[in-house]
Structure formats: structure tokens, C-alpha cells
């Protein structure tokens, strides 16, 4: 059983910084990819950015705002998020594919409320 564990959300005025972490545990032989999505009310949820290996990827709405990094050591990802804008309020949410078992599985966290208001 894996189990991602996500902290940083809250509320930051348009323009500020905000930085999610999430920290995977549990039996896991390798982890192939983490990242984050978000959901905001009435939308479906979407990819912000993730790392898999040397690549990283961005939704276009965060390229030059968003910084993902991952500590492999800690098996944590973060999401820095610099100038936040009105439109990033979402339910911010980990995402982990990792190998268990000689199986692959995707795994979620609960959700980090970010809210960009002033």
C-alpha cells in the first residue's frame, strides 16, 4: 500500500507564491512518475505538471510560473507556484505512478485546497 500525504495549500493574494509538497510512503519498488493536477469547481481535472525521470512536463496556463522538483531520496514532490493567479484556485491533488509488486499503479492524494484571492 502506497500513501501520499500532501501539505502547503491555502490562501495567498494574486501575485504570491505557494509551495505543495507530497511525500509518498509505503512498499513501493520504484517510482516512475510524479506530479500534480488540480481541479477547480465545475471543471475536470487536469494535468499542471509532472516529472518522469529527466523530462518534466507543464500545462501551458503554469509554464514560467510553476517549477516542479522531486527528492528522490525522500520520494517527495514539490510544486513551486509563483505568481498565482485568480484562475489557479483548484483542489490541488498528488499524483504517483509507481511499481508494487512487479505490478504498476496509479496513486492520488487527498487534494490541497489552494485559493488565489484578495
Known amino acids: 500500500q502506497v500513501q501520499l500525504v500532501e501539505s502547503g495549500g491555502g490562501l495567498v493574494q494574486p501575485g504570491g507564491s505557494l509551495r505543495l509538497s507530497c511525500a509518498a510512503s509505503?512498499?513501493?519498488?520504484?517510482?516512475?512518475?510524479m506530479g500534480w493536477y488540480r481541479q477547480a469547481p465545475g471543471s475536470e481535472r487536469e494535468l499542471v505538471a509532472r516529472?518522469?525521470?529527466?523530462?518534466?512536463n507543464y500545462a501551458d496556463s503554469v509554464k514560467g510560473r510553476f517549477t516542479i522538483s522531486r527528492d528522490n531520496a525522500k520520494k517527495t514532490v514539490y510544486l513551486q507556484m509563483n505568481t498565482l493567479k485568480p484562475e489557479d484556485t483548484a483542489v490541488y491533488y498528488c499524483?504517483?505512478?509507481?511499481?508494487?509488486?512487479?505490478?504498476?499503479?496509479?496513486?492520488w492524494g487527498q487534494g490541497t485546497q489552494v485559493t488565489v484571492s484578495s
Open positions: 499524483y504517483v505512478n509507481a511499481v508494487v509488486g512487479g505490478i504498476e499503479y496509479g496513486f
Open positions: 509505503g512498499s513501493m519498488f520504484s517510482i516512475n512518475l
Open positions: 516529472s518522469s525521470g529527466p523530462s518534466t
